[in-house]
């Protein structure tokens, strides 16, 4: 990254340097890079799990926003590193922070990128804010279906609670994108769910 020795160190995951420098210059902890980025989001997003704990060992700020809005606990669970996702929510941090922009949250962006541990944990932990949307109007459901996440969207549905029938502000309802994408599976298990029926049914269409 185009950023001090901090955070290469940071995205490198040399935790002998930072621990040093830092031990140095404490007040860096939550030193920004040109983006806003600080060490415990470039160490996040990379899943380096033992430089995450000594910088939340050192006070990093745990739901500091990069540029666009993103902490610590959106970047690793946009890559699907889900223990480090779960040393952060350990130390506070806010599962239900959106993005600036496109008010995207954790839980929607592990679901957009297909992240079935991170899906896992952040539902066992927040289900009440599964069918939270953006600024589309998506949920999380509705973005593991539209990339065919066949297991993201069973865990939102039979874990989570999801609601299958919230639509996007164009109008189209989960169903009908599993449909123009050709998902079949996603179709099967969305129809289950819309019936009423068990969706612990749903376990048997994997």
């Known amino acids: 990254p185009d950023a001090p020795h901090l955070h290469i160190a940071a995205h490198d995951g040399d935790v002998d340097w930072l621990a040093a420098h830092l031990d ?23 899943g380096h799990d033992g430089l995450v704990t000594v910088l ?28 480090t996702a779960s ?3 350990g130390a506070g941090a806010d599962p239900t922070a959106t993005t600036t922009a496109e008010q995207v949250t954790p839980l929607m962006e592990a679901a957009w990128q297909g ?30 279906i539209y990339f065919n996440h066949y297991r993201v969207a069973q865990v939102l549905l039979i874990e989570g609670k ?18 123009e994408r050709g998902n079949r599976a996603c179709q099967r298990l969305l129809e289950v769910c819309r019936s009423g029926a068990r969706c612990e049914s749903c376990r048997h269409h994997s």
């Open 24 to 46: 140095a210059h404490p007040q860096k902890v939550d030193h920004p890079d040109g983006q806003g980025w600080t060490p415990l989001h470039w160490a996040s997003a990379r």
């Open 56 to 83: 939340l060992a050192r006070g990093a700020q745990v739901d500091r926003r990069n540029r666009w809005g993103c902490t610590a606990l959106f970047l690793a669970c946009s890559e699907g590193h889900r223990t």
């Open 87 to 89: 040393l952060l929510i």
């Open 115 to 144: 992240r079935l541990e991170c899906v896992l944990l952040l539902v066992r932990r927040e289900r009440r804010n599964v069918d939270e949307t953006d600024v589309y109007g998506r949920t999380a459901l509705w973005k593991a």
């Open 162 to 179: 999801a609601n299958p029938f919230v639509a996007a502000l164009d109008g189209r309802m989960p169903a009908e994108i599993a449909g």
